[in-house]
């Protein structure tokens, strides 16, 4: 079964840092681009971040651009985002989704989904 | 970033309707445009690539059209399972990003 599983939220004080993982399973995780996308409550999709299959591309909304950093093991199935500096604007629910093609690009449409993990940054 | 305009953002509709969502780009994103549908409580799920390719599994009844700045879903004989939140994506630039969202409520 392809399966992405988000684990590493929480409540964290402003200003302070979390890392999210999202574990692949059930498909070869390196032919696959990967992206991050949070949904504040009541609130529309953003995406946070993307990544190309070997890592050599990456895209961040303006948003979190230089405060969010995301990365990839292959050799672990896994997708990461680092999150530093957080704000009371993060609060979400945080996604990772897989690249429709084999292709490996970051620029794909999204075809599987986790079920997300929530981030609460609240004093 | 590139933006992406949805309309509308809600809209009331009966089972067995045709209704059509619009979204407009920022600049030329070529064909590089997909719709997601999301229900409460749910990640979104991928509906047309490509602005037009139905993903495997979808119905039929909907269906995607346009190229450039201008694209629309449409979604034939409204189902009761098809009221939901839709979205559109572009993916020609990084980073991606969504239209606002279109609410499709049952009148």
């Known amino acids: 079964e392809v399966r992405l599983v988000e684990s590493g939220g929480g409540v964290v004080r402003p200003g302070g840092s979390l890392r999210l993982t999202c574990l692949a399973s059930g498909f070869t995780f390196d032919d696959y681009g990967m992206m991050w996308v949070r949904q504040a409550p009541g609130k529309g999709l953003e995406c946070v971040s993307g990544?190309?299959?070997?890592?050599?591309?990456?895209g961040y909304a303006d948003s979190v651009k230089g405060r969010f950093t995301i990365s990839r093991d292959n050799a672990k199935n896994s997708l990461y985002l680092e999150m530093n500096s957080l704000r009371a604007e993060d609060t979400a629910l945080y996604y990772c989704?897989?690249?429709?093609?084999?292709?490996?690009?970051?620029?794909?449409?999204?075809?599987?989904w986790g079920q997300g993990t929530w981030v609460t940054v609240s004093s | 970033d590139l933006q992406m305009t949805q309309t509308p953002s809600s809209l009331s509709a009966s089972v067995g309707d045709r209704v059509t969502i619009t979204c407009q780009a920022s600049?030329?994103?070529?064909?590089?445009l997909s719709w997601y549908q999301q229900r409460p409580g749910k990640p979104p799920n991928l509906l047309i690539y490509d602005a037009s390719i139905l993903e495997t599994g979808v119905p039929s009844r909907f269906s995607g059209r346009g190229s450039g700045t201008y694209f629309t879903l449409t979604i034939n004989s409204l189902q009761p399972e098809d009221f939901a939140t839709y979205y559109c994506?572009?993916?020609?630039?990084?980073?991606?990003?969504f239209g606002q969202g279109t609410r499709l409520e049952i009148k």
């Open positions: 989704a897989r690249g429709r093609s084999t292709t490996g690009t970051a620029n794909d449409a999204f075809d599987i």
């Open positions: 994506q572009q993916y020609d630039d990084l980073p991606i990003t």
């Open positions: 600049q030329d994103i070529n064909k590089f």
């Open positions: 990544i190309n299959w070997k890592s050599a591309k990456t």
